[in-house]
């Protein structure tokens, strides 16, 4: 018995259906995992946020702003911890001050009761909130306060020999045993800037100038977690920047649920 052949004469070959139907189950299989990665993003982020937003003691009516790094959400999972972490809060309080506060976080635990590898915190403080500490930058009423880094301007009056002259310190910040630290480094009186060491060098207005160039500290710590050290405090462009160490402590551990101590 001889096959039916098409009119040409020619035998067809079948048409195969599997390369598509494995190519559109590869499609489906890769867009869930995406769909599952978009969703475990959005709970890590949220998780993060909830906590932040806790141990910082956020004020009700902020936002806490949360970033992952790139890279698959469930590849880190596995890994158990997730590698790069940006945490931003706008108009966060800190005792007088107010400031943009951007936390940055490197091996961060799903179990944020573990410790964190790289916790880095940014403080900026914009120079309009200096004015709030005014009163704690000099031993001298104050009345204004600029940034021309790298000081601190306060800018005040100062009453010698029966005349009342404008003073202008320029007072460098630091990191002095966890507070906030402003040396005198230069006096402006009127046109004229002297160094502030030769200044309290001189035999004649060393002495007098004693109570204007000694360093004045504004502590902030009792305001912030106990695992943040202060560590840096330089005048940056327009803001103050205040700069924080957390490394090793959890998110979720006494480090950052307790807060520091100022000296009594």
Known sequence: MSANLPADG?????RRVWPWVL???????????????????GWAED??????????????GS???VELGGGSVLLQAISGQLDHVDVSISDYPVGPLTGDLHLTARGVPFDLEQPTRDIAVRYDVPEAALSEISGSLSGVPIDSVTLEAPEIVAGGTLSLFGMTLPLGLGLTPAAVDGALGFTPTSVRIGDTTVDAAALADDPVWGGLAGTVLQQQTVCIADRLPAALTMTTVVVEGEVLRIEFDG??????????TTRGSCPA
């Open 10 to 14: 020619l035998p067809r070959r079948r």
């Open 247 to 256: 490394s090793g402590n959890a998110l979720a551990g006494d480090g950052f």
């Open 63 to 65: 936002s806490v702003e």
């Open 47 to 60: 998780l993060i946020a909830a906590q932040v937003t806790e141990v910082m003691e956020v004020p009700e």
């Open 23 to 41: 190519g559109a189950f590869l499609v489906l299989v890769v867009g869930a995992v995406v769909a599952i990665d978009v969703l475990a993003r």
